[in-house]
């Protein structure tokens, strides 16, 4: 069970810690692995292991022994070793485990002092010339913790996929909504103090842990890890640059203290770079992206506003065309456009935050955007889509989240344009618990927007996705309710992408 008190009082101690020698532990007073382990970013020879030491600790570092295995009983390490908990960075571990046989699972766990962690599943992915015949993963996003149970994980894992990708909103930083089901019982977090805490919270929640402990993850962030819109150095309320960067460093070194993140991902201060790419043999390779840190501000903020999004008329807002705006910042572009087109990969999911296909917000003549996602960037969206068809990449396919309903369509370089040629596919998941707009509110807006094949934001759920040569699967899996843990889940809807034929066909 999560203690609250416990939890603020060993956090406010990390919080003003700093880097001590490293000492063996005595007996732990309460179980310091209540968080779970994870794993994350695999590759042919191995993969990066997580944990976090919980409970009443001193502020030193404190020595953890990690195993990994070939065995689910753990009797066959292969490979074995000791990290460093240390309090600077909340007793986290993150072990990158190397030198493991391509393209099988594996078994972990970790020991400090006389305690043992639950054991984790994780796997390597196969070597960059293999040929895999199948690759099954499941992606999700914006998860918040007062508005339902995570129990979309307990499907996710019964799915028996090879990874996860989250895509941004693994907390929320404001409470809101309707109906809750659990509360954060705190004020929104400023401090590293206080999203420390935060992450703590979430990650109590044994759904949560059962998926991070069943398969590897990849991540990336959204606004809901800071502020809401953020965008760069710009929150949404007008908070001074120099104070909004101290927040966001905080919030960055409390997210890669709770993920499964490789060092070369560990921040300096405000900045952290998240961006990379995973290769699946020859079938799939992953191109993860980071949508927040470098992007231009939303153009036309709502009056009385310096940031944050708006929903805005086209022809109101000519700052939209302005082909300076970058979605990812001009140095992230250019490695996406150099990685996309050395990539020999038969599908390339480009897993990022948001909707990136155009959706017109105005029932009739005129156009209407909200300016957060790429609709808010449509010169960065036209350069992209335009890359992927002078590159002629194979088969893309990009997911995204945010929104908090399901979305499915066709990406063109130009939506406006009849005769532009359908140069990839989309699938946005809805949210894990995140409230969405109403039904009736898509339906209004779908004669708008022909590309778009299916929009729903009825359920809460997950996207679960099949890829092998020939093709790419994509079920849109729908709670039936996030109020009770043991609820049902369904598929709405299935869409199948053929090699070679750009857009998404009902299944």
Same mark, same amino acid.
């Given at each position: 069970?999560?203690?609250?008190?416990?939890?603020?009082?060993? $956090?406010?101690?990390?919080?003003?810690?700093? /880097?001590?020698?490293?000492?063996?532990?005595?007996?732990?007073?309460?179980?310091?692995?209540?968080?779970?382990?994870?794993?994350?970013?695999?590759?042919?020879?191995?993969?990066?292991? +997580?944990?976090?030491?919980?409970?009443?600790? !001193?502020?030193?570092?404190?020595?953890?022994? +990690? *195993?990994?295995?070939?065995?689910?009983?753990?009797?066959?390490?292969?490979?074995?070793?000791?990290?460093?908990?240390?309090?600077?960075?909340?007793?986290?571990?993150?072990?990158?485990?190397?030198?493991?046989?391509?393209?099988?699972?594996?078994?972990?766990?970790?020991?400090?002092? !006389?305690? $043992?962690?639950?054991?984790?599943?994780?796997?390597?992915?196969?070597?960059? &010339? =293999?040929?895999?015949?199948?690759?099954?993963? /499941?992606?999700?996003?914006?998860?918040?913790?007062?508005?339902?149970?995570?129990?979309?994980?307990?499907?996710?894992?019964?799915?028996?996929?090879?990874?996860?990708?989250?895509?941004?909103?693994?907390?929320?930083?404001?409470?809101?909504?309707?109906?809750?089901?659990? @509360?954060?019982?705190?004020?929104?977090?400023?401090?590293? =103090?206080?999203?420390?805490?935060?992450?703590?919270?979430? &990650?109590?929640?044994?759904?949560?842990?059962?998926?991070?402990?069943?398969?590897? +993850?990849?991540?990336?962030?959204?606004?809901?890890?800071? !502020?809401?819109?953020?965008?760069?150095?710009?929150?949404?309320?007008?908070?001074?640059?120099?104070?909004?960067?101290?927040?966001? =460093?905080?919030?960055? @070194? /409390?997210?890669?203290?709770?993920?499964? %993140?490789?060092?070369?991902?560990?921040?300096?201060?405000?900045?952290?770079?998240?961006?990379?790419?995973?290769?699946?043999?020859?079938?799939?390779?992953?191109?993860?992206?980071?949508?927040?840190?470098?992007?231009?501000?939303?153009?036309?903020?709502?009056?009385?506003?310096?940031?944050?999004?708006?929903?805005?008329?086209?022809?109101?807002?000519?700052?939209?065309?302005?082909?300076?705006? #970058?979605?990812?910042?001009?140095?992230? *572009?250019?490695?996406?456009?150099?990685?996309?087109?050395?990539?020999?990969?038969?599908?390339?999911?480009?897993?990022?935050?948001?909707? $990136?296909?155009?959706?017109?917000?105005?029932?009739?003549?005129?156009?209407?955007?909200? #300016?957060?996602? +790429?609709?808010?960037?449509?010169? /960065?969206? @036209?350069?992209?889509?335009?890359?992927?068809?002078?590159?002629?990449?194979?088969?893309?396919?990009?997911?995204?989240?945010?929104?908090?309903?399901?979305?499915?369509?066709?990406? @063109?370089?130009?939506?406006?344009?009849?005769?532009?040629?359908?140069?990839?596919?989309?699938?946005?998941?809805?949210?894990?618990?995140?409230?969405?707009?109403?039904?009736?509110?898509?339906?209004?807006?779908?004669?708008?927007?022909?590309?778009?094949?299916?929009?729903?934001?009825?359920?809460?759920?997950?996207?679960?996705?099949?890829?092998?040569?020939?093709?790419?699967? =994509?079920? %849109?899996?729908?709670?039936?309710?996030?109020? &009770?843990?043991?609820?049902?889940?369904?598929?709405?809807?299935?869409?199948?992408?053929?090699?070679? &034929?750009?857009?998404?066909?009902?299944?």
């Amino acid at each position: 069970m999560f203690d609250r008190r416990r939890f603020l009082q060993a $956090l406010g101690a990390l919080g003003a810690a700093r /880097a001590a020698p490293l000492v063996a532990q005595p007996p732990f007073r309460a179980d310091p692995f209540a968080l779970g382990v994870a794993s994350g970013y695999p590759h042919p020879g191995g993969f990066v292991l +997580w944990t976090r030491l919980m409970g009443d600790l !001193d502020p030193i570092a404190i020595p953890v022994r +990690w *195993e990994v295995a070939s065995d689910e009983a753990m009797h066959s390490v292969v490979a074995s070793g000791t990290a460093e908990a240390s309090p600077e960075w909340a007793h986290s571990v993150h072990v990158e485990a190397r030198g493991l046989e391509p393209d099988r699972w594996y078994w972990y766990r970790f020991a400090a002092g !006389d305690a $043992l962690s639950p054991i984790g599943r994780t796997r390597t992915a196969p070597v960059f &010339k =293999a040929t895999p015949s199948r690759l099954r993963f /499941a992606f999700a996003s914006c998860q918040h913790y007062e508005q339902g149970f995570f129990n979309a994980y307990r499907h996710i894992v019964a799915d028996d996929p090879d990874l996860i990708a989250f895509l941004g909103d693994y907390i929320y930083e404001s409470s809101w909504g309707r109906e809750h089901v659990r @509360k954060h019982n705190a004020g929104e977090p400023y401090s590293l =103090a206080d999203y420390r805490i935060r992450y703590a919270l979430y &990650k109590s929640d044994p759904d949560l842990q059962a998926a991070h402990a069943a398969c590897p +993850w990849i991540v990336t962030w959204d606004d809901h890890e800071v !502020d809401n819109d953020y965008a760069d150095d710009r929150p949404e309320d007008g908070m001074p640059r120099e104070q909004f960067l101290a927040r966001r =460093a905080a919030a960055y @070194k /409390a997210y890669y203290e709770h993920m499964p %993140l490789p060092e070369r991902m560990r921040p300096q201060g405000p900045n952290m770079r998240i961006y990379t790419q995973l290769g699946w043999g020859t079938l799939a390779r992953f191109f993860v992206l980071d949508d927040r840190q470098y992007r231009s501000w939303q153009a036309c903020p709502r009056p009385g506003r310096r940031g944050g999004s708006n929903t805005v008329d086209v022809e109101k807002c000519p700052a939209l065309l302005n082909p300076r705006r #970058t979605m990812l910042g001009h140095a992230q *572009e250019r490695w996406l456009e150099s990685a996309l087109t050395a990539s020999a990969a038969r599908w390339n999911v480009i897993a990022q935050q948001t909707r $990136l296909l155009q959706f017109d917000e105005l029932p009739g003549p005129g156009r209407r955007v909200w #300016t957060d996602p +790429w609709d808010g960037y449509p010169e /960065a969206r @036209k350069r992209l889509l335009s890359t992927l068809q002078a590159r002629r990449i194979a088969n893309p396919v990009v997911i995204g989240g945010d929104v908090h309903a399901f979305l499915v369509g066709d990406l @063109k370089p130009d939506f406006d344009h009849p005769d532009s040629p359908v140069v990839a596919s989309e699938f946005v998941g809805t949210s894990i618990t995140s409230q969405g707009w109403p039904q009736e509110w898509f339906e209004q807006r779908l004669p708008e927007n022909r590309h778009v094949k299916l929009g729903d934001s009825r359920y809460r759920g997950y996207v679960r996705v099949e890829v092998t040569p020939g093709s790419l699967r =994509a079920d %849109l899996r729908a709670m039936e309710t996030v109020q &009770k843990r043991d609820a049902a889940c369904n598929t709405l809807a299935s869409f199948v992408v053929e090699d070679g &034929k750009p857009g998404p066909q009902r299944a």
